[in-house]
């Protein structure tokens, strides 16, 4: 019966791309003059995955160039080939190499074989640049000519295993074990089971990785029979017969080995009367008892005499002196052999503590939760019409009801809720391969990478957020000669850092730079023909290179500086509900701060009435309400309608005359003022009276209906009624930009 492989594609997609990410992480924190072992191990170990699962998938490109990087890698993690940063950058390139073809497998572009193949003979030539310097090769780390007088002193592993495969698959599974076993080391004897189900045995000589041994034995060997040991612990070394390894003997061989023993499967003679402590070691005493400790076993409180040292004979039932001297040893082996046998019980249970589920499908149980959350709110409305004494059980069920309701969306929203480290993980790379253009030395430091973001947000704030750390490294990092002569430390910093606020979630990209030249940003928008003045505060002026093709950069690299990037940043950040402001001080650096909601699902609200109609505000951008005196409505430079709050004049909004809402009330005096800020700009926002605040579930106006200025979406209300849920970032950027007109 043949399988079809293709079913567990996806599976060995998304695997890869996890291994491909991590190894590009842990290259990226190597200390190439001294490196971390475990970080080369965990390298290794990534590409030796890639390579067996693409061969086992039939990705042979894949496979190819994985086996030529894992060569080069193994020769590097043994101390055998020196690492440098040349090597850094092809392993990097080799990356991305196989991120192409990943993505050509998945029916995402045309693979680049061109690239392939020259990634292949770049590593390859390091490798030989390095052997043909006299660093030893791979072969040569064991030498041949071992003994068993020299094998306690030689580094190795007892592997202990069960392959349940029978017949030609047998053969097959253990000729290809063979040939990876080779790569790790010299197989120096391999023990046949006795019977189906028993463990197979073999001597591995060499500094092999456990972890990676562990690996290729899963491949082939029940996962719950893995046992890895030290070389030497477990059973005497012997000589390999005729080169073969033991893997193919005949079963004549096969006995014969059985009869030499290593002490595994036999069991153990009666040791003689007068055996010494040091002969009674050697016996090993694995699977058998102890004859002669039968007796003390039985009289020892059903022990069994596993875990404590057999007490001493009584006098009216002497033992034999061999018993008193070879109990103990018993028990201590007995506990050596069987403490590892519940770790891949322990890694099965953790393994099973996640699944993959489609993102179609999570977003369908949030859309259901939301339509529950509506219907909640529609019951809660209709059973507030009702007498609560006569029907309190109603009210109280009702009660239960949008609790459990509460819980069950918060719990539903949370699956859609991913870390940061997602977005974070890539930018390492991109400073890294920036600052090298650029001739600057840069520092990435990263905080908050556990913070939780709605997935949603996650794949649409890289972009933006790729675009703000190519402006810090271009425009804010001054060159090493530059930061000197300010008396800076040669290498500048970025810092990209998250964390939750008010419901939101706030990103920050700063940096120790040169800081946004105010008066640069001014000349040039002057020159744009762009509305400005001298009295602009400084968040009014950081703002302007946001606009549409606004660049201050003195010549054009291939980074940055044709004035693009910028205007999409803010535009797609305004798009998913959010904003970005800008802090700077010249020579002290830059700080661009982005806020978003937490989901885009469902988000707290105040409702609003402006005559017959409902509306939402999203309430992140609500400071405070009031209802204004007619002494508050002040008119400046030719400004009619602005509010005096404290010390500040806003502008104000009017919902009514935006929306041409009948009904309304229009004198200023007798409604409410809710004061929102975005981007930095506050303004009063006129409606005729505050509802209430609850949580609404977001529909996309855009999508059923088309897209209406001043509104960003929709939602259902408890009675039936649709609301408007309002963007404010356009309500009170309209606001700001009337003021210099009227002016």
Known sequence: MSIDMSQFYQVFFEETGEHLANMESLLLGLNVDDPDAEQLNAIFRAAHSIKGSSGTFGFTDLQDVTHILENLLDGVRKGEIVLRNDMIDAFLDAGDVLKNLLAAHQGEGAADRAAAEAICQRLRQLTEDQQAGGVPGAGDAVPPALTLEAAENVVGHELYFVIEAEGEALEQTLENLKTEL???????????PAAAGQPWHVQLVGAADPDLL??????????????????????ALADAPDGAYGFFTDAETAATAADDAYGFFEPLPEPPAAMPAAAADESYGFFEPLPEAKPAVAAADDSYGFFEPLPEPAVSTPAPAPVVTAAPVAPANVRKETKPAPVPVAKSAAGDTTIRVGVDKVDQLINLVGELVITQAMLAQSAAQIDPVEFERLHNGLIQLERNTRDLQESVMSIRMMPMSVVFSRFPRVVRDISQKLGKQVELKLSGENTELDKGLIERITDPLTHLVRNSLDHGIESPEVRAEKGKPPMGTITLSAYHQSGNIVIEVGDDGAGLPRNKI???????????HDQMTDQEVFALIFEAGFSTADQITEVSGRGVGMDVVKKNITAMGGRVDIDSMMGVGTRMTVRLPLTLAILDGMSVAVGNETYIIPLGYVIESLQAEPGMIKSVSGVERLIQV???????????????VPGAITTLDEGIMIILEADGTKAALFVDAMVGQHQVVIKSLETNYRKVSGVSGATIMGDGRVALILDVSMLVDMARRALPAAA
């Open 214 to 235: 562990r690996v290729l034995l899963e491949f082939v060997a029940r996962n719950d029979s893995i046992r890895i040991e030290p070389l030497g612990q477990s059973a």
């Open 522 to 532: 001014l000349a040039k928008a002057k020159e744009r023909g762009l509305n400005v």
């Open 182 to 192: 080779a790569e790790q080391g010299e197989v120096l004897a391999v023990d046949r």
């Open 646 to 660: 404290r010390d500040e004049y806003l502008p104000i909004v009017t919902l009514h005359e935006i929306f041409q």
